[in-house]
């Protein structure tokens, strides 16, 4: 529908009417205006399936919704590292969607893995921005490509789930720009998302849902974002302000509560209607937006989509450490292991819960086909060992040729609503794995869980498979990559850290009361670990493969660029193994020396590319002035320090195989602004500065110890360096103490002419 049309229709709206909108008719619903032919518009959970629910309506996925496909929750689609393949898996959930006449799904979540306690991590993507961003955008990309929105959430620094409906996250200009924004920004400004989903937390002591700054200012003004704002469920704190502020629409409804509000707001003046047709606009532009595309023929097989949730498992999974084992040379004689061999733990708990249409286990793929003992091994609902279920498992392990132990974190141990306490896996499964270790040299270890585990054990199995919330296909991809049909090729989209304290945001994570500083800044993930020098268990990146990978012939187009310009960089790749495979190439950009304090490498790009034995792919990353920058907090906004780059290609963020090196001159110069408190040394870095200051620094003396005066014996006491270091640290003021001629007013007139300076 036409702007005009929509904009004739509510001007023929009522106060009242235009207030209802604003706000869910139920659960799912957004209102209909039956006289005017609006239809109610119906949304649904998301984000790694469809949670329709026809009959109650929940937000914590109590309630039954409809049989539906559980694709690979969020930690696991990143691991893919696949823009395409996750492209396609949006199709198939915009096409689900569409045969169900659901509008927009409310995912993807982006928030960013601030620690590995999260009880939601498994529904987001990444501790690094770009991964976040561009897996959230390749999903977005697939739903919106069949006329179904998208509801990228939870918008904005909502990372955790401990209070989180009233937690305030404290967070400094830097570091929301560089890390926790930048999450969303480049999936809002690229693919366009029908609509954002605000979070329930504070922001910097402001309601998300009330946050002018990030929902209009950052949202709509600088990214262009052209939908509507929806609250979280139960998210919003004041209907009047939070619509000033951008929020379109409440969710789910506030029975007419909320509406009574915006509709004397109005009267009373203190709303501006313009502003409240503006919101309705917003939603109705969607709601159309859909009616008016709507794939009246979609069908949907459950089935087929069950396959491709098996296929984007297989990119999924991540095989992080092999000496020797994988993939299983035979099936004969092997001992399956661990309730989740027959019962895999494939999702989350909250409202991402998928009412499976079928679950495959890796037992129901080799039952039958191969001679494989099974054995429960340990109990997941409560973590204590049961002696019976631990010595059937020892025995069927001592007489097999290998053991593959299924483990990982029960339910109870992670799900929205709240968060871990910490990063052991139950006692119960650790003693397991150990006590199978004893008896059976030749152990693997696959794990479904959707965060960092610590792995007390990980020395003594010859391999690990971290097979995340891998969707209700699980097992099929599990054995695929046992068995060694399917070739791994995931990567790490996360630290994992040998233990919880090691951790960046440790110290302050779960912060007090309600009080959350995000005291680690813009050193979230590796860009910390890197910057410590910490061993970690698996680094940010990291993913093993049956075949090995070759890199070769790095080029870059150019030697010196400005910031206003591009760069190419080019590698060749060569699958130097006897197996077919993917390879995910990544790209780190390291600034070699800065004023400010940087990570020492971030990630800038990524590909993933097949390969076939033998075969060489040339890669090519373009990169741009963000590729280069951060976010300066005294222009506010993205700066580049003119200087040497080196441009990394690794296989992982610890595994740097090519390095070259581009000078990248600024094209932008921040203003020095002088003051009375401006060091010397400061000065001294500008020529014509120093000029005009050196005056003052003449008759500078420390009490006996004149610079200049080498007989004295309190100079002689004064080394070199400190009398360098007391002249370069003096401020300006300094020489009103220390100089004995010259005045504040003296020094005033002197900072005036150093900032009148061109
Ligand atoms: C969750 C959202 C979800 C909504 C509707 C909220 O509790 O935080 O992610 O989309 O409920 O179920």
Redesign the pocket.
């Known amino acids: 529908m036409t702007r005009e049309k929509i904009r004739e229709l509510i001007s023929q709206m009522t106060l009242e009417e235009k207030a209802a909108m604003c706000s869910g008719a139920d659960f799912w619903h957004t209102e209909a205006v039956a006289r005017l032919g609006i239809p109610a518009s119906m949304v649904s ?2 984000p790694h399936g469809l ?1 329709k629910q026809d009959l109650e309506g ?3 996925g109590v309630n039954e919704s409809i049989k539906a496909v559980c694709f690979p929750a969020g930690c696991a689609t990143a691991a893919s590292f696949n823009r395409e393949l996750l492209t396609e898996m949006g199709a198939a959930l915009g096409n689900e969607c569409q045969a169900e006449g659901v509008s927009v799904i ?2 993807p ?1 982006v928030n960013i893995k601030r620690s590995p306690l999260c009880g939601r991590n498994f529904e987001y993507y990444s501790e690094d921005p770009l991964v976040a961003s561009e897996t959230a955008g390749a999903l977005i990309k697939g739903v919106q490509s069949k006329n179904v929105g998208t ?1 990228i ?2 918008f904005l620094a909502n990372n955790q789930e401990t209070r989180r409906m009233s937690c305030d996250s404290r967070v400094d200009e830097r570091t929301m720009r560089e890390i926790y924004l930048a999450a969303f920004e480049g999936a809002v400004k690229k693919q366009k998302p029908w609509t954002v ?1 605000c979070s ?1 937390n504070k922001i910097n002591g402001v309601y998300a849902a009330e946050n002018h700054k990030y929902l209009t200012e950052v949202l709509r003004d600088e990214w262009g974002f052209d939908g509507y704002v929806m609250s ?3 998210a919003v704190n004041n209907r009047v302000e939070d619509l000033k502020a951008g929020l379109d629409l409440e ?1 789910p409804t506030s029975h007419g509560v909320n509406d009574k509000l915006i509709v004397g707001a109005v009267q009373s003046g203190n709303l501006d209607e313009s502003d409240l047709d503006e919101a309705v606009e917003r939603i109705l532009n969607i709601v159309f937006r859909f009616e008016e595309n709507r794939d009246k023929e979609a069908v949907w097989d459950k089935d087929e989509d069950h396959e491709l949730a098996r296929r984007v498992a297989e990119e999924t999974i991540v095989l992080l450490k092999n000496e020797d084992i994988l993939p299983l040379q035979d099936t004969d004689n092997l001992a399956f292991i661990g309730k989740y061999a027959m019962e895999p733990r494939y999702q989350g708990g ?3 819960h998928i009412n499976s249409h079928k679950i495959t286990s890796a037992m129901d793929i080799v039952s039958g086909r191969y001679n494989i003992v099974y054995a429960q091994g340990y109990r997941d609902d409560i973590d204590e060992t049961d002696e019976k279920l631990l010595k059937e498992a020892i025995e069927a392990a001592k007489t097999a040729k290998a053991a593959v132990i299924f483990a990982g974190l029960p339910d109870a141990f992670e799900s ?1 609503g709240f968060d871990r306490t910490h990063m052991s896996m139950p006692a119960c499964q650790n003693e397991l794995i150990e006590k199978i270790t004893e008896v059976q040299p030749n152990t693997v270890v696959v794990l479904h869980n959707g965060s960092p585990v610590e792995m007390p054990w990980a020395d003594k199995v010859k391999g690990i498979v971290e097979a995340y919330l891998s969707g209700q296909a699980v097992g099929g991809a599990v054995c695929d990559i046992l068995f060694g049909k399917v070739n791994p090729s995931a990567k790490l989209p996360e630290t994992f850290p040998i233990k919880l304290e090691d951790n960046p945001s440790y110290l302050s994570y779960f912060g007090e009361g309600d009080m959350v500083e995000y005291r680690e800044g813009i050193f979230v993930g590796y860009r910390y670990y890197d910057k410590k020098k910490m061993d970690v268990l698996f680094p940010f990146g990291h993913g093993l493969s049956y075949t090995t990978f070759e890199y070769s012939n790095m080029q870059i187009d150019k030697e010196c660029i400005k910031d206003t310009e591009t760069l190419t960089v080019t590698v060749d790749v060569t699958n130097t193994g006897k197996k077919a495979g993917k390879e995910v190439v990544q790209l780190y950009v390291a600034d070699k020396e800065s004023t400010v304090i940087r990570p020492v490498k971030e990630l800038r790009n990524f590909a993933k590319i097949e390969l076939a034995p033998g075969e060489t792919k040339n890669v090519a990353f373009t990169l741009d002035k963000r590729a280069f920058a951060y976010y300066s907090v005294k222009i506010h906004d993205w700066h580049v320090e003119s200087g040497e780059f080196d441009i990394l290609i690794g296989k992982s963020s610890r595994d740097i195989v090519l390095c070259k090196t581009v000078t990248v001159e600024s094209t932008v110069k921040i203003p020095f602004v002088y003051t009375t408190d401006t060091t010397i040394g400061d000065v001294m870095k500008d020529q014509r500065a120093w000029e005009l200051a050196k005056p003052i620094i003449s008759g500078v003396t420390f009490g006996d110890a004149n610079p200049g005066d080498e007989n004295g014996s309190a100079a002689e006491a004064m080394s070199d360096e400190m009398v360098k270091a007391m002249m370069e640290y003096l401020p300006l003021r300094g020489p009103v103490s220390f100089g004995g001629s010259f005045s504040m007013a003296d020094i005033q007139k002197l900072v005036d002419q150093l900032n009148a300076l061109e």
């Open positions: 959970d998301g949670r929940d937000h914590l409310l995912g979540a509801s959430k939870h989903m329930y979280d469920w139960g969710m909250g409202s991402s929205e």
